[in-house]
């Protein structure tokens, strides 16, 4: 209650813009990320690893846009890229060379994939994915898992109702080794594709056992299945993306994030064979267009700070750091006799109420889980660290040891306030 009342005091003037946005906007914004009861802070810059909201308040920015902030305020980086764009112009009406050097960069971190196409989010390449999938096996079912996400319009137990699903979709329990072996013999002439995240990021940064992983693998190629690797959040993992740390090529994998350099895009990638149905050099080669495909902002962006900024180095170093972080954090929930463990890989994590060990969605269901979340993400808010309402916590390359010792002694102390409460 007291964060609450706190909350609400320190952001009247969040309040008065959230409540002006909600005349023409349903719920007051374009994302239902975004949205968290009582209402959220609007945001008016960012600097650094700093973000500045309507009240004139300061935060660390521990949200980093939801693993597409990777780089945080990089002030030298967008020079170089506006300059680029400012060479070039906007609009080019043809192919352009970014293009080719994004793809390049792509193509070379990432061992299972050729080829690439590009589009303009993570939700439109798996969309892409699944189509491929669906034209390359002539077959109509997608394997999903429960509690997964694959953007806003693939989502398969989040809150609030999920639109349709493009492709019949038949949900397994992520995880369930034994389970979902069986449920694709069972639906093997059925299914065209498996659509997984090798870490469910939204369902709460729970990583997929390399086992399960391994026999997806397996299964799917044992059956004509295209395996599809959605590493729109967890790419960010390694320089080959998180299917390098576990060796496993899935066919396609569909990126997206930070991978416009901070601009509007997605990227679906893979085996030649599959990749290449979309050349129209071909007989009955697919058809994928969009004005914004190869957009000159998206591609520039993209190939600066992947070319320059998140070098192979930067991302071992930068996950390095993150996994001390959530060492540390499990450390301090142990030392301050809570029940809370902290879950992830690398620069990506998330806080749970429970010591059980989390494997699907289902295992962070709490009784007291609203409550803890709602006190840790206000607790943290109203002493300016930018957390999301859900828990996740990501670290940028403008997060400084300061900044993230500053999150530790501030997660202590919160423990020490409301863990009994616990
Ligand atoms: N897939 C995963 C695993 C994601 O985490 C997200 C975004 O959070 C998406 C897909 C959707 O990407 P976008 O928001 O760019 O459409």
Redesign the pocket.
Known sequence: EDEVAIYKERNAESLARYERACRVLPGGSTRATLYYPPFPVVIERGENNFLFDADGHKYLNFVGE???GLYGHNEEMLRDILSEIGKRGLMLSGPNIYEEKLADIICTRFQSISKVRFCN????A?LLALALARNATRKETALVFKGA????F?TFGASGAPLNVPMKALIGAYNDVEGTRALIEKNKDELGAIIV?PMM??GGCIAGDPVFLEMLRTAASEHDIVLIF?E???SRLSPGGLQEKLGIEPDLT?L??YIGGGFSC?ALGGRDELMSMFDLRRENGLSHAGTFNNNIASMIGGSIGLGKYFTGEACVSLNARGDKLRERLNEIAKEANTPVQVTGIGSVMNPHLGLETIKSPDDINHPNLQLFRMLMHLHMMNRGFYVASRGLITLNLKSTDDDIEAFEREFENFLQIYGAAL
């Open positions: 939801y693993t597409a989010s993570g939700t439109e798996n996400y694959h953007g806003g693939l995240e990021g939204s959605d729109v959040m967890t569909s997206g994030k997605g």
